[in-house]
């Protein structure tokens, strides 16, 4: 699955914008239930059974003109070795970005794929800007 993941973002010729050291993403999705937060140099993934902490990284390097696609891969702190791979994709101005286990829709520009060897995590993020 990732590699195939990977292979499109390749074939898509997206660019790719690393967030400036003030800002980052948020991320969540159900079924099952996750949760990315993202600040300064912390990666947080959250789900219904734990926390799991990642170093925060700049995006793979701009493959094109158009912004609308960012790839992150990273790996957890601490001893155990998780690798995490984040793909958000800019949908739209306005676009609704569907968490549909949870039968909510909500206004969003970003959607989500986080990937672990556990799972592959499907939802919507927000750009937050801390300045």
């Known amino acids: 699955m990732l590699r195939k ?5 390749a074939l898509a ?11 980052g993403w948020e991320c969540e999705g159900t079924e099952p239930f996750w949760h990315i937060e993202w600040t300064g140099s912390l990666i947080e993934l959250k789900d219904s059974s ?7 990284v700049d ?3 701009p493959a094109g003109p158009e912004h609308w696609l960012w790839v992150y891969q990273t790996q957890s702190l601490g001893s155990r ?3 995490l791979t984040l793909v958000v994709q800019r949908i739209g ?3 609704e970005c569907f968490n549909s286990a949870a039968g909510v829709a909500r206004k969003g520009r970003f959607s989500a794929v986080a990937i672990t060897p556990a ?3 499907a939802g919507c993020c927000e750009w937050r800007d801390d300045k």
């Open 59 to 61: 995006a793979a390097e």
């Open 50 to 56: 734990q926390v799991i902490r990642f170093k925060s």
């Open 5 to 9: 993941l990977l292979a499109f973002v």
């Open 119 to 121: 799972h592959v995590l």
């Open 13 to 23: 010729g997206a660019s790719y914008i690393a967030p400036a050291a003030h800002a």
């Open 81 to 83: 070795y998780i690798p």
């Open 93 to 95: 101005r306005s676009a």
